[in-house]
């Protein structure tokens, strides 16, 4: 996914959460306000043609399949990343390599998807990638059983702005490379 497409599905979701009130807590105390019906239509809309057009465009890319690796998380130290760089995170409400992100939880965490087997890259255990299917047919690659996301909200590859952010009923985390969560300071 393009930087200009990550900015658009950030700016989505954004909207989308603001609009449709989702619930969602990343610690900080805010009220929804109220708006009319056809901007959360219009809202809803954009967000599933975005979420569809980078989905598309992720499993046309990957063909050969998803590429996870592991690069530098900063302060986190080394984390999984997608081959550009692109940090990928687990949701703790997943018990099972079963995604329970869906819907406009998957506009804000998008999942890692692949239309081929997933690839170790420099870091990564072959062992420990997998894939299980999405509701709606699409293969999420996993790393020890966690189904990969990204985060809208990232911008540009070793960005971590989503790292325990409770969002969607549970809190979201890096990977290291033995496919634990890694939480901060």
Not at 7 to 15: E, G, K, L, P
Not at 61 to 78: E, I, N, P, R
Request: proline residues 3%.
């Amino acid at each position: 996914m393009t930087r200009t497409a990550q900015a658009a599905v950030a700016v989505v979701a954004a909207v989308l959460l603001a609009v449709t009130g989702s619930g969602c807590s990343n610690g900080s105390s805010s009220k929804a306000t109220s708006t009319p019906s056809t901007t959360t239509a219009t809202a809803t809309a954009t967000a599933t043609a975005t979420v569809t057009a980078t989905a598309s465009a992720s499993a046309t890319a990957t063909a050969a399949g998803a590429t996870v690796a592991v690069g530098s998380g900063g302060k986190l130290g080394s984390i999984l990343v997608d081959d550009k760089g692109r940090t990928l995170y687990l949701f703790e409400a997943d018990t099972s390599t079963k995604s329970t992100c869906s819907g406009s939880c998957a506009v804000a965490w998008p999942p890692l998807l692949t239309s081929g087997a997933p690839k170790a890259g420099t870091g990564a255990k072959a062992d420990l990638l997998g894939t299980t299917a999405r509701s709606k047919g699409a293969t999420e690659v996993t790393y020890n059983g966690h189904p990969l996301y990204y985060y809208a909200g990232d911008t540009t590859a070793g960005d971590t702005t989503g790292e325990e952010l409770n969002q969607f009923g549970a809190k979201w985390y890096v990977l290291n490379a033995a496919g634990d969560k890694v939480e901060g300071d």
